[in-house]
DNA sequence: CACCAGGCTCCGA
DNA sequence: TCGGAGCATGGT
């Protein structure tokens, strides 16, 4: 795995690269600095082996795909070393519902002030892993659904502090039971998302594969469906099995490394 | 100033 | 069922 890439790669926002090949972040409450040669101490642990999913063999997938799809390669090559996090599905929804008409930057800026604020990042150290609790972990349902969009307004969220708004209140009335999605077969559950205000077929398809870590959901994004045009026509996303959630961030990386930094759908 | 951001809602045809 | 403007905010 790189983490890097992994952290990097815009399937979350709640990362960031504090030193040369040191990153820092909040997952499930926790906090943590880690680089690249803390591998080892992070299959250790447990949870941050959940999280980072380093219980899967990735490199049996990308060869499926590359064997499957040839003009997969490239893009699998780019993404070689990128491993779907297991997040938290209330803070995958929420941070892909900010993520609609938006961009990475400012989305980052968004979520970490729905967070309250900054985390202090730790200095490094020779041997184990550097984590704690987090000052500001990722606010509740229950928590957003008891706010109004007067009280989201310095989040300077715009139209999107009312879906925000709408998802807490559909998630802690159990209207939508996120945990009774990872077993759900994939339509209902996406049918099931996209009852909340402002969650449409991309925002839905992202929660199952980021939140979820529903690997089959194959996400609606237009970039995507340009690329699958161009590259295999008449191919169904759903014919990329088991591993079609990491072939979506493997051509998602492709497509905005071929437009720069960032890219317009139109 | 124009254009646009890991879209979605809403409206009209 | 489909197309397109509008949406709030910030960056280039």
Known sequence: ???????????????????????SGTAGGR???????????LKADPFWCSYFDLGTDYDTLQRQLAVLYPTLREAAQLGMGIHILRQDPWEALCSFILSQNNNIPR?????????????ESLPPIMSGLRQQKSL??????????GQTEQD??????????????????????????????????????????MTIIGVGPKVADCTLL??????????????IKRAMAQWFPGVAPSSFGPAAGL??????????????RTVSHK
């Not at 500001?136 to 659904?145: D, G, K, R, Y």
């Not at 980021?210 to 970039?223: C, I, Q």
């Open 31 to 41: 906090f943590l600095t880690v680089s690249q040669k803390d591998l080892p101490l």
């Open 136 to 145: 500001h972990p990722f606010p509740s349902a229950e928590t957003l659904a």
């Open 210 to 223: 980021y939140g979820l870590h529903r690997m089959e959901a194959f996400p609606k994004d237009v970039w």
């Open 1 to 23: 795995m790189n983490l890097r890439k992994t952290l990097l790669c815009g399937q979350c926002f709640r990362w960031q690269e504090t030193a040369p090949g040191v990153f």
């Open 152 to 193: 989201l307004a310095p989040l300077r969220c715009g139209f999107r502090a009312r879906y925000l708004l709408d998802a807490a209140e559909k998630v802690a009335s159990g209207t939508v039971n996120l945990e009774a999605l990872r077993t759900a077969p994939l339509e209902e559950a996406r049918r099931q998302l």
């Open 247 to 260: 072939a979506q961030q493997y051509i998602f990386c492709w497509v905005r490394q071929q437009a720069g």
């Open 107 to 119: 989305i980052q800026g968004i979520i970490n002030r729905l967070c309250g604020g900054q985390e």
